[in-house]
């Protein structure tokens, strides 16, 4: 018996939640969850329109969490920008993945998206042929312990403690303390960047505000603070046995004391010691890669609407991946 559902509203997908949660694979990403997702697709609707495909067999089911992208111009997966890793859903042998594939394709769009993450999603994903962009930094206690890790990192140390001494104290909060991360994320969006600031858009800054809120215990921010003047915020998100550092802020007035690099810093010290890996996140920018311990390759999928419809019928043919 072989079933299909196609999820374009939240309505939708309230209907693949048990599934959903079912094929979720040991070792998935947070944004993977349902929770995440459900919130993506109730908050972006209007620029990623959902095209999430559900299939099942008697042998296999898979989940596509797909999303028409750039004005319907092309397919890629949930998460608008704001998803640093993504993946598909599966589970059993082939039929139901290539029967979800074969709806996608049906649109006769390209497909494109940022990013799989590490070797074993590039192998299974092996017939898109995707592309090398960047390294995901980490810092894991099995490769260093929070005592090295402090030796390691002395001038640091020495620098958070000049913090100190100035009235500058770490402060903890949840992700219940919704003010608190709206303020950060606001003050984030007011700073120019390089690549473009993805907060100027008040969604993205209330999709961070609620998915921290749908489960407060999982985000935990962390603030440099001087007489209630915010110095600089890192918020994360805890995932299984990983803490996303997933933004950063700093006050640029504050710049010559590196207030972001140190909290960073200080944060990665306090999660190894928890027995916690820090994923500082896409990107190998000079103050992750001071204080990571490895990387984890990161992959681009592109193809044209012609390939999507041969990898959907299995006849597609596949170059050797470099060892």
Request: proline share 5%; with cysteine; glycine share 6%.
């Amino acid at each position: 018996m072989f079933r299909e559902l196609i999820a374009r509203s939240v309505h939708d997908l309230d209907r693949l939640k048990s599934r959903w949660e079912q094929l979720l694979a040991p070792g998935h990403s947070i944004f993977q969850t349902f929770a995440w997702s459900r919130l993506a697709v109730a908050m972006f609707a209007a620029t990623a329109l959902p095209y999430i495909v559900a299939a099942e067999s008697d042998s296999s089911a898979a989940i596509i969490p797909a999303a028409l992208m750039a004005g319907g111009t092309c397919v890629g997966l949930l998460g608008e920008a704001l998803f640093d890793y993504r993946d598909i859903l599966s589970a059993g042998d082939e039929t139901a993945q290539r029967s979800a594939w074969s709806s996608v394709a049906g649109l006769h769009l390209p497909l494109s998206f940022y990013s799989l993450r590490g070797a074993s999603s590039q192998q299974r994903w092996s017939e898109f042929e995707p592309k090398f962009f960047c390294n995901s930094l980490y810092a894991n206690p099995s490769d260093m312990n929070a005592d090295v890790y402090r030796q390691h990192h002395s001038r640091l140390a020495s620098r958070t403690r000049r913090l100190r001494r100035k009235g500058i104290e770490l402060h903890r909060y949840n992700g219940s303390d919704s003010t608190v991360i709206r303020t950060i994320y606001e003050k984030k969006s007011q700073q120019p960047t390089p690549q473009g600031n993805l907060f100027v858009d008040p969604r993205r800054r209330e999709f961070m505000v609620q998915v921290a809120a749908a489960d407060p215990a999982a985000c935990e921010v962390f603030t440099y603070e001087t007489a209630g003047e915010l110095v600089a915020a890192l918020v994360t998100f805890r995932h299984q046995e990983m803490r996303h550092l997933y933004t950063v802020y700093y006050d640029v007035r504050w710049a010559d004391l590196s207030p972001g690099q140190l909290i960073v810093y200080e944060v990665t010290a306090l999660s190894l010691a928890d027995g916690l890996t820090c994923d500082f996140m896409t990107g190998e920018y000079p103050y992750k890669a001071r204080v990571s311990t490895g990387s984890v390759p990161l992959y681009r999928v592109t193809t044209t609407p012609e390939t999507l419809s041969a990898i959907a019928s299995g006849n597609v043919e596949t170059s050797p991946i470099a060892a």
